[in-house]
């Protein structure tokens, strides 16, 4: 099994910066897509940036120009670093990853979200 924990949301005010990690342990072979998504109350999950095992990235929209995303594949890690904050980004944070645990298994996994709260 594999188990992701993110960590480093909390209360900012707008215009702060905060940055999220998230660290997958457990049986890992090879980890592959790591993407950070965000949820509001009563609205669905929306992708805010992606990253695949060799570096490429992609961002929603609405975060281009203030939010970065990179990985540690030594550590097994990702990064969201989240500047010029707005009160729009206030959600719970979620990291997903495709992690292969052997050559012939490949899973999605979820880590348990961190709350990133932007004040006005």
């Known amino acids: 099994q594999v188990q992701l924990v993110e960590s480093g949301g909390g209360l900012v005010q707008a215009g702060g910066s905060l940055r999220l990690s998230c660290v997958a342990s457990?049986?890992?072979?090879?980890?592959?897509?790591m993407t950070w998504y965000r949820q509001t109350p009563g609205n669905q999950r929306e992708l805010v940036a992606a990253?695949?095992?060799?570096?490429?990235?992609n961002y929603a929209d609405s975060v281009k120009g203030r939010f970065t995303i990179s990985r540690d594949n030594a550590k097994n890690t990702v990064y969201l670093q989240m500047n010029s904050l707005k009160p729009e980004d206030t959600a719970v944070y979620y990291c997903?990853?495709?992690?292969?645990?052997?050559?012939?298994?490949?899973?999605?996994?979820w880590g348990q979200g961190t709350q990133v709260t932007v004040s006005s």
């Open positions: 997903n990853a495709f992690v292969a645990s052997s050559t012939s298994s490949l899973d999605r996994y």
């Open positions: 457990g049986r890992i072979f090879r980890i592959y897509d």
């Open positions: 990253i695949t095992g060799s570096g490429t990235t």
